[in-house]
């Protein structure tokens, strides 16, 4: 852990217990040149303490990068309470977390994530300086961000979304609401996920094709959006993927960044998932700042960073994970050089 938070320049790592309540917790806060951090507190038994750490800093990190080209005023930041969120003592743990979130005095601010919903935000709002994810759901505006991301892949390959084939792994809060609009644009959607209330739910209200679970990923289909868990795109999935065009909303979908150069080779337009999944960010931010005018504007935007990536891409041979990460270090940097000693 000590040279994982020198190396990839974290600024702390928080290690919470409280045995009485039985809580075992990370707060990760990776940057905060741009503002607090913010990010997800997410509720999961890890297989080790590692894992959890791992996570809570991977994720962490993407958001310094996510709200970095989404032009959004905050860090950062991630926290995982490592307990199965089916605990009996749920609320006394997200109390004990809250706990500590507050002795970082605003320097990192909860969200939903995995394993939290917003009931819990209210909850651990009541600890803290400031929370998020209190005034509702973000997703659609994640979702209209991917849609725009999708449309920017789809103009790259000369295509439209009218005719395009989308399958989308995953038909949850994100997945649904993507699905809803790719199919009101005219294209014509497939999906799958592994609760098949959600998929009968999509079938009936959109015409969805539904796939096999196993399938999804390696349809044979112009467009593949993960929209469901972290590291789905593995080794295996790249060298099989038929779709030329893979963007979605799931974090961290590649399973390791050096995927993204194998994407290239294989000419396969990817927007990285921080890029496309800023909307969520965005509506967490107007809320935070009581600034709702303008959101779905910004939110649309998405696809003027979606498309410079694709084009620096396309002209300096370099995967666009590559570019995407050197152009929010960019937007980092830039502000530290100017912002005054704190
Ligand atoms: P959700 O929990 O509402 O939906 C996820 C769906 O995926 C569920 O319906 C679940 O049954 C399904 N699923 C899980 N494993 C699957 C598998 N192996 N195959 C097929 N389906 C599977 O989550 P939500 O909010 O829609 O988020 C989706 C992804 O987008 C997550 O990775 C999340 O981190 C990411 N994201 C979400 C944002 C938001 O605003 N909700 C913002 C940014 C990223």
């Given at each position: 852990i000590l040279d994982d938070f020198t190396n990839r320049d974290f600024e702390q790592i928080v290690l919470c217990r409280d045995p009485e309540a039985g809580l075992e917790s990370v707060i990760a806060v990776h940057d905060t040149t741009l503002g607090p951090s913010l990010g997800g507190v997410r509720m999961r038994a890890y297989p080790t303490r590692a894992d959890a750490v791992a996570d809570a800093m991977n994720l962490a990190q993407a958001m310094?990068?996510?709200?970095?080209?989404?032009?959004?005023?905050?860090?950062?930041?991630?926290?995982?309470?490592?307990?199965?969120?089916?605990?009996?003592?749920?609320d006394e743990i997200l109390v004990a977390h809250a706990k500590y979130i507050a002795s970082l005095g605003g320097r990192y601010i909860p969200g939903v994530d995995m394993g939290t919903s917003v009931r819990d935000l209210e909850l651990i709002g009541r600890h803290v300086p400031v929370a998020s994810s209190q005034r509702g759901d973000p997703s659609y505006f994640t979702a209209r961000g991917v849609v725009r991301s999708i449309e920017v892949a789809l103009e790259a390959a000369d295509r439209a979304v009218a005719g395009a084939r989308v399958a989308i792994q995953g038909l949850g809060n994100v997945g649904l609401h993507a699905a809803r609009?790719?199919?009101?644009?005219?294209?014509q959607v497939f999906g799958a996920d592994i609760d098949p209330q959600r998929v009968r739910r999509a079938v009936d209200e959109i015409d969805l094709v539904a796939v096999d679970l196993d399938d999804v990923l390696l349809a044979d289909v112009d467009v593949v959006a993960p929209c469901a868990g972290g590291g789905v795109i593995d080794e295996r999935v790249v060298a099989g993927l038929r779709a030329s065009i893979l963007v979605g909303a799931a974090n961290n979908m590649l399973s390791h960044d050096a995927l993204a150069r194998d994407l290239r080779e294989r000419n396969i337009i990817h927007v990285p998932d921080f890029v496309a999944n800023a909307g969520g960010l965005l509506a967490v931010e107007a809320e935070i700042h009581d600034a709702e005018d303008g959101l779905t504007e910004r939110v649309d935007a998405i696809a003027d960073t979606a498309r410079d990536i694709l084009a620096r891409s396309a002209s300096t041979q370099a995967d666009t994970v590559s570019v995407a990460l050197a152009m929010a270090r960019e937007v980092v940097e830039n502000k530290r050089k100017h912002r005054p000693y704190f």
């Amino acid at each position: 852990i000590l040279d994982d938070f020198t190396n990839r320049d974290f600024e702390q790592i928080v290690l919470c217990r409280d045995p009485e309540a039985g809580l075992e917790s990370v707060i990760a806060v990776h940057d905060t040149t741009l503002g607090p951090s913010l990010g997800g507190v997410r509720m999961r038994a890890y297989p080790t303490r590692a894992d959890a750490v791992a996570d809570a800093m991977n994720l962490a990190q993407a958001m310094t990068y996510k709200a970095a080209l989404a032009g959004v005023a905050l860090g950062g930041g991630k926290s995982v309470i490592n307990v199965d969120p089916r605990v009996a003592n749920r609320d006394e743990i997200l109390v004990a977390h809250a706990k500590y979130i507050a002795s970082l005095g605003g320097r990192y601010i909860p969200g939903v994530d995995m394993g939290t919903s917003v009931r819990d935000l209210e909850l651990i709002g009541r600890h803290v300086p400031v929370a998020s994810s209190q005034r509702g759901d973000p997703s659609y505006f994640t979702a209209r961000g991917v849609v725009r991301s999708i449309e920017v892949a789809l103009e790259a390959a000369d295509r439209a979304v009218a005719g395009a084939r989308v399958a989308i792994q995953g038909l949850g809060n994100v997945g649904l609401h993507a699905a809803r609009m790719l199919a009101q644009a005219g294209a014509q959607v497939f999906g799958a996920d592994i609760d098949p209330q959600r998929v009968r739910r999509a079938v009936d209200e959109i015409d969805l094709v539904a796939v096999d679970l196993d399938d999804v990923l390696l349809a044979d289909v112009d467009v593949v959006a993960p929209c469901a868990g972290g590291g789905v795109i593995d080794e295996r999935v790249v060298a099989g993927l038929r779709a030329s065009i893979l963007v979605g909303a799931a974090n961290n979908m590649l399973s390791h960044d050096a995927l993204a150069r194998d994407l290239r080779e294989r000419n396969i337009i990817h927007v990285p998932d921080f890029v496309a999944n800023a909307g969520g960010l965005l509506a967490v931010e107007a809320e935070i700042h009581d600034a709702e005018d303008g959101l779905t504007e910004r939110v649309d935007a998405i696809a003027d960073t979606a498309r410079d990536i694709l084009a620096r891409s396309a002209s300096t041979q370099a995967d666009t994970v590559s570019v995407a990460l050197a152009m929010a270090r960019e937007v980092v940097e830039n502000k530290r050089k100017h912002r005054p000693y704190f």
